[in-house]
């Protein structure tokens, strides 16, 4: 009898590097969504207004809600639970539900303002609404030439109204309107003069205040 012929090993069949490389390529992808998925969820807690806040309002803690919020880089931005001090004020109007900016805060005793009541004759501008930033303009109404002749200026820069109440006039057809400003002291003295002195004022709403 003839011996068999001795069994040949059989040696796997290189591994297609195509197929790897497409094992990588989708390992690689599902690994970097993953990784924008977890950095998009880091959120942080901030606070949000519960309700409109007008500038000038003494804040605490409980005029907010916590809000859970991605915000990257931005986070430090806005007043989180525990940075809130005593004492704080608001700087300018936040609504209800906004976010909470830290630059819209200040200590009250960093704030030397006193509220003024003014009576504006006709209708206020239609920019002109509580919590906006205006400047009061005056026009002399006193005798003499030099009064008459002098041309309308700024008395006071950025108050902040507070409150508008429009009142009826006993003269048929006419009305006026008071209006609640918070003025820096430095300022009360001057509006009074003005007021006594029965000039003519006029609040014009400053580019870029707080609506």
Do not use: C, N
């Amino acid at each position: 009898m003839s011996a068999r012929p001795p069994k040949r090993r059989r040696f796997p069949r290189s591994v297609d590097v195509r197929l790897l490389v497409g094992i990588v390529l989708v390992a690689a992808s599902i690994g970097g969504v993953w990784a924008v998925v977890a950095a998009a969820d880091r959120s942080v807690p901030v606070y949000a207004a519960a309700s409109t806040i007008v500038a000038g309002d003494a804040v605490g803690k409980d005029d907010f809600v916590v809000e859970q919020v991605s915000l990257g880089r931005a986070g430090d931005l806005y007043a989180a639970p525990g940075s809130l001090g005593d004492g704080l004020v608001a700087t300018r109007t936040v609504l209800a539900g906004e976010l909470m900016p830290r630059e819209a805060l200040s200590s009250s005793h960093d704030l030397a303002r006193a509220p003024v009541v003014v009576t504006v004759a006709g209708e206020l501008a239609e920019r002109v609404t509580e919590g906006r930033e205006v400047d009061v303009w005056t026009s002399s109404t006193g005798d003499g030439d030099e009064a008459v002749g002098a041309p309308p200026s700024v008395l006071v820069s950025g108050a902040l109204v507070m409150r508008i109440v429009k009142e009826e006039s006993l003269v048929a057809g006419s009305s006026e309107v008071s209006v609640e400003l918070s003025v820096p002291d430095g300022a009360v003295a001057v509006l009074l003069a003005a007021t006594a002195a029965g000039d003519s004022l006029t609040l014009v709403p400053v580019d870029g205040g707080t609506e």
